[in-house]
């Protein structure tokens, strides 16, 4: 049977071979050449206009290509009951609320970018019609005392430094105007009389420049524009002034009036520096960020690069806002664009407390809004919900497959359901009826899987939990161990006590068995090991006490075999004692010893067994020299056998530890896992494998 998928990545194949999914194909690539092109360099204009266009084809073929789409498997993406109830429940309360939310969201943007920018102008007018004062009173004053200009103009800059620390002022001489040609006049008769000498013509002295104020944006203009001696009303607007090297432009607001003689022009400019900028903070609660010109006014861009790149959570946080400019040279106008930070709650900050009812009446206005916007959401929640009522006219169909479903879920495997369709509802009907005379039998399986897989990890937690995380640490002693489950759990054991601040016990077992019960043994074996190591410091006489413990509680087929061996790092004495567990072997000097002492396992409950099982045990004690090497090992590694039956063996392993000696215990420990499992190859392991290896290092090489 065709699965719906392939049927979609046939049509979809085909739908790429007619003419808009070729052009989509071929808009795509373009687009994406153009753009690598892009990264490397700059589209020239006629590469912008082709990469418009093809923009355009390639979102008229997909378009095109989603309507091909949709007309030809409208039927099969409507077939399935989940994209009816999907697209019913879109059309009844998303696409609603989702145009509500577009419209108040464009709304309330339109709102905050009006309002923001109108506070910036007015702080900024406020600022431009200081200026403006400044060069008509100035230009009034000089007019009327000419001579007095430098004067004036130094006490017009004191008097607002405080507010404009950047405040220049500068009185530029202008040129006196041409003198109109007269007009002939007939000559009268002349009387002839002694000439008087001629005096000679007196010219006024020249009006130098004069200065005030730091002036440290651009220099003082020296000479006034041509097309400014025919402006009348004088000069107001911003103007672009950049530093020699920088990138960015300083916007300048600057006043020029002449004065009533037309003999000087009053010059006033204020940058938009930090503290004009925090003067239309405080006054409009908007901070003012990059400014850009246009190129009318003397500026190197498009005032549209200044519209910050925001998205739709901090869309109500920047905004620009535009004023007029115009080059001082040629007196062509554009605009300047101011970024600006101004956050919408400072904004209604500022609104509210300027506002004719006052902040309370504002705030209340909000919370108002508030109310009915969380009204808006329950009458939109009441349509959702009766939108869902009208829904279940189209899932009544699946009312008895829910029925059976139900009976089958509390046993009745028997039951079959009845949908008398022909749409995905009837198929999956007969199915379910083919599915459920096998549910039984599957069932039993999974639970008798489940049983088993439960058990092997309830013991597998419990093992895991018997085992130390690490090894002791003493001065001048390496200890490394090695656990290796031949299955989920093993049976094999071992643990390490501290004794005392130099001395500590170090014990490994073997339980007969695995799985849980071995698993819950050890559980047994660790607490009395807990118990007994801290009151008996003799292996024999721990072990002797463990025997009888277990011995009441261990079946007949159960034993423990274990070696217990007690380090005391102070006398430098190693005593050990073997219940029916592996040998011990120690390397000594580079010459290996298997030491076994006498004993039977722990547990056995055979009559007489306690009493013997005292009489054989023996108890080992031997000094400890530095270089020396014990290691405590189960018969998962002496045991290992190849694909050919051969077993390691105990020399083996003799061999393999004392040739590495010289190695510390985890160095040891490696050598041995990997010759053991280079000997066993590709056998399957029949047993756990666990290991202990002390090395008792030289303080010279420690």
Not at 135 to 158: D, H
Not at 496 to 517: C, E, H, N, W, Y
Not at 534 to 556: F, G, K, T, W, Y
Not at 606 to 618: D, K, M
């Amino acid at each position: 049977m065709e699965t719906s998928g392939s049927s979609f990545a046939r049509d979809a194949r085909s739908i790429v071979r007619t003419l808009p999914g070729r052009l989509f194909v071929l808009s795509t690539g373009i687009l994406l050449a153009l753009f690598a092109i892009k990264q490397i360099v700059e589209l020239p204009e006629i590469g912008e206009v082709f990469r418009k266009v093809v923009s355009l084809a390639w979102f008229v073929s997909a378009v095109w290509l989603a309507v091909i789409f949709v007309s030809r498997n409208s039927g099969r993406l409507l077939w399935r009951v989940r994209e009816k109830l999907i697209l019913s429940y879109v059309f009844l309360g998303f696409v609603p609320v989702l145009l509500v939310v577009s419209l108040t969201f464009v709304s309330g943007l339109v709102a905050y970018q009006n309002v923001a920018g109108y506070m910036f102008h007015e702080g900024f007018t406020d600022i431009a019609d200081d200026v403006q004062q400044i060069a008509e009173t100035s230009a009034s004053e000089i007019g009327r005392t000419p001579a007095g200009a430098l004067e004036t103009i130094n006490r017009k800059y004191l008097t607002y430094a405080t507010r404009y620390p950047m405040l220049s002022v500068a009185v530029v001489p202008l040129p006196p105007p041409a003198k109109p040609e007269l007009s002939p006049v007939p000559a009268a008769p002349v009387t002839l009389r002694p000439s008087a000498p001629a005096k000679p013509e007196v010219k006024p002295p020249p009006v130098p420049l004069v200065t005030a104020g730091p002036w440290r944006h651009l220099a003082a203009p020296s000479e006034v524009p041509g097309w400014l001696r025919s402006a009348p009303s004088g000069f107001r607007a911003v103007i672009g002034v950049q530093q020699a090297g920088a990138t960015e432009w300083t916007v300048v607001i600057r006043s020029a009036v002449q004065t009533r003689d037309e003999s000087r022009l009053i010059v006033v400019d204020l940058p938009v520096d930090a503290d004009i900028a925090a003067v239309i903070e405080a006054r409009t609660k908007e901070r003012i960020g990059p400014a850009s010109l246009d190129k009318e006014c003397g500026g190197s861009s498009d005032t549209q690069s200044a519209s910050p790149q925001v998205g739709m959570f901090s869309a109500f946080q920047y905004t620009v806002a535009m004023v007029e400019c115009r080059d001082w040279r040629t007196g062509d106008s554009g605009r300047a664009a101011f970024s600006l930070d101004a956050p919408l709650g400072r904004l209604w900050s500022k609104v509210a407390a300027n506002n004719s009812f006052g902040k309370d009446d504002a705030n209340r206005l909000v919370i108002l809004l508030v109310a009915l916007a969380l009204l808006f959401l329950v009458i939109q929640g009441a349509a959702v919900f009766f939108g869902a009522l009208l829904a279940r006219t189209i899932t009544f169909a699946i009312h008895e497959l829910f029925t059976g479903t139900e009976r089958v879920q509390v046993g009745d495997f028997a039951h079959r359901i009845k949908v008398n369709s022909g749409d995905q509802l009837g198929e999956l009907a007969r199915s379910f009826n083919r599915m459920s005379a096998a549910m039984e039998h599957a069932l039993h399986v999974q639970r008798e899987k489940q049983r088993l897989d439960d058990e092997l990890r309830i013991a597998r937690e419990i093992q895991q939990s018997l085992l130390p995380a690490s090894p002791p640490v003493f001065p001048f002693v390496s200890i490394a161990d090695l656990c290796e489950p031949a299955r989920e759990v093993g049976g094999d054991y071992y643990d390490f006590f501290t004794l005392g601040p130099r001395q500590f016990g170090v014990m490994i077992a073997d339980v007969s068995g695995k799985g849980t019960s071995a698993a819950l043994y050890m559980a047994e074996l660790k607490g009395l090991m807990l118990s007994l190591s801290a009151r008996e410091q003799s292996p024999r006489d721990l072990m002797i006490e463990a025997n009888r413990l277990l011995s009441a509680h261990l079946d007949n087929r159960s034993f423990i075999t274990m070696t217990y061996m007690v380090i005391d790092l102070d006398a430098r004495t190693m005593t050990c004692a073997r219940a029916g567990h592996t040998p011990l072997l120690i390397v000594s000097g580079g010459q290996s010893e298997v030491v076994i002492p006498s004993g039977m396992v722990l547990g056995l409950r055979l009559p007489g067994a306690a009493e013997r099982f005292s009489q054989v045990l023996e108890e080992h004690t031997r000094a400890i020299r530095p270089g020396d090497v014990f290691v405590l090992y189960t018969d998962g590694i002496s045991e290992a056998t190849d694909i050919n039956g051969e077993l390691f063996g105990d020399a083996a392993l003799a061999r393999v530890v004392a040739s590495h000696h010289a190695l510390d215990a985890p160095g040891i420990r490696e050598r041995v896992v990997r010759e053991v499992r280079s000997f066993v190859g590709d056998a399957e392991p029949h047993d756990d494998m666990t290991m202990i290896v002390v090395k008792f290092e030289e303080p010279e090489a420690a």
